[in-house]
Each structure stands twice: as structure tokens, then as C-alpha cells.
T-cell receptor
Framework: EDQVTQSPEALRLQEGESSSLNCSYTVSGLRGLFWYRQDPGKGPEFLFTLYSAGEEKEKERLKATLTKKESFLHITAPKPEDSATYLCAVRDMNTGFQKLVFGTGTRLLVSP | DADVTQTPRNRITKTGKRIMLECSQTKGHDRMYWYRQDPGLGLRLIYYSFDVKDINKGEISDGYSVSRQAQAKFSLSLESAIPNQTALYFC???????????????FGPGTRLTVL
């Protein structure tokens, strides 16, 4: 059974204090690992898709990386507006359709 | 204007009532999904539809039904609501298979449903 575990559950940073969020996954055949950002009271907002180990993608202060067992979301010099819950999801190539298995997320709070 | 809209945004109902949540999209996507989100459990798939004539159960479909009225509209019904269906409900859409860009799902703003 596909599983996604995110850590830590919550993270508090000072503005400018870089850190990383972890997404560990178990899947029989990975067909995409997805990062989403979710603000309170809103739907998840798509950030990145990674397909193969070694792949990296960047967007502003965020950089996502992928290995065969986990993905990291690196946040460089975060600002208060980066505060949100970050969700990770995987798609298993053996499911035959676009079913995403989500982790429970990391709540990030960046203080000024 | 939002690409994926959901109505209502908030709803409080009583046990045993029938409830319908509606989703509309202007992205032109063929595929639509309904998820629920509970604290500590993450997003879980209820139903999904690849086109108007193709509707499938997700991992937690018991107690729910759906209707795909058109390419752009996908409704979720709770035939007889119960308190443990209290949750955040999200609709999502994605394009059909177009190489590696076929997996991105775009979410609506959600409906907060409370069943008393």
C-alpha cells in the first residue's frame, strides 16, 4: 500500500532562517511526487511535480528535490508570507489513473 | 475569476438530511475529483470522473454519490448525512493525458461541512 509521511508536523522559523521539510514515501512504482501549498481556509495550490531521483525544481524561495525514498522542500530565507501547510503527494504508476496519495502535511509558521 | 469554484463554501446540516455540494470549473479539464480533508488524515479521494460517462469510486465512497452533469460540473451528494461526514470537501480537476503534465490537479476553495 502506498504511504506518504511528512515531517515535521509543524515548524516554526524566524524570517530568514532556512530549513527543509521532508516527505518520505513508499510506492511500488513512482509516477510523480507532488508538492502543494495550502493556506488556511483554501484549497491546495500546486507547486511542483518531480518524476525521477535527482530531479530538482525551484520557485522563488522554494526548492524541491527527490530521491528514491524521499523528497525535500528546501525553504531559503523564508518570509512570513511563506507560512502555510505544505502537502506532499505521490502517484503510483500501477494505479492506472491519477490517484494521488497525500501526506498529512507540515504546518510552517514564519515569524517576522 | 477562480478556475474551480465550489458551492456552498460553508454548510451546517442535521443528521439524516440530504446534502449536495457543487463544483464547476472553467479550466476545460476532462477529469474531476472529490476529496475530503480531516485533521491528521490528509486528503482522501471520494470519487473521480474522467469524463461525463466515466465515474469511479475512490477509497472512501460509502455514504456518498456523485453526478457529472457536464464536462464542467461535478456534484457530490450525501444521501443521509451523519456526523462523521463533518469535514472539508475539495473538488479538483486535471487535464487528460498529455505526457508528463497529466498529473497536476487543481483544487477548488473547499466546502466546510458540519453535520450535527
Amino acid at each position: 500500500e502506498d504511504q506518504v509521511t511528512q515531517s515535521p508536523e509543524a515548524l516554526r522559523l524566524q524570517e530568514g532562517e532556512s530549513s527543509s521539510l521532508n516527505c518520505s514515501y513508499t510506492v511500488s512504482g513512482l509516477r510523480g511526487l507532488f508538492w502543494y501549498r495550502q493556506d488556511p481556509g483554501k484549497g491546495p495550490e500546486f507547486l511542483f511535480t518531480l518524476y525521477s531521483a535527482g530531479e530538482e525544481k525551484e520557485k522563488e524561495r522554494l526548492k524541491a528535490t527527490l530521491t528514491k525514498k524521499e523528497s525535500f522542500l528546501h525553504i531559503t530565507a523564508p518570509k512570513p508570507e511563506d507560512s502555510a501547510t505544505y502537502l506532499c503527494a505521490v502517484r503510483d504508476m500501477n494505479t492506472g489513473f491519477q490517484k494521488l496519495v497525500f501526506g498529512t502535511g507540515t504546518r510552517l509558521l514564519v515569524s517576522p | 475569476d477562480a478556475d474551480v469554484t465550489q458551492t456552498p463554501r460553508n454548510r451546517i446540516t442535521k443528521t439524516g438530511k440530504r446534502i449536495m455540494l457543487e463544483c464547476s470549473q472553467t479550466k476545460g479539464h476532462d477529469r474531476m475529483y472529490w476529496y475530503r480533508q480531516d485533521p491528521g488524515l490528509g486528503l482522501r479521494l471520494i470519487y473521480y470522473s474522467f469524463d461525463v460517462k466515466d465515474i469511479n469510486k475512490g477509497e472512501i465512497s460509502d455514504g456518498y454519490s456523485v453526478s457529472r452533469q457536464a464536462q464542467a460540473k461535478f456534484s457530490l451528494s450525501l444521501e443521509s448525512a451523519i456526523p462523521n461526514q463533518t469535514a472539508l470537501y475539495f473538488c479538483a480537476t486535471s487535464a487528460g493525458r498529455t505526457g508528463q503534465t497529466d498529473n497536476e490537479q487543481f483544487f477548488g476553495p473547499g466546502t466546510r461541512l458540519t453535520v450535527l
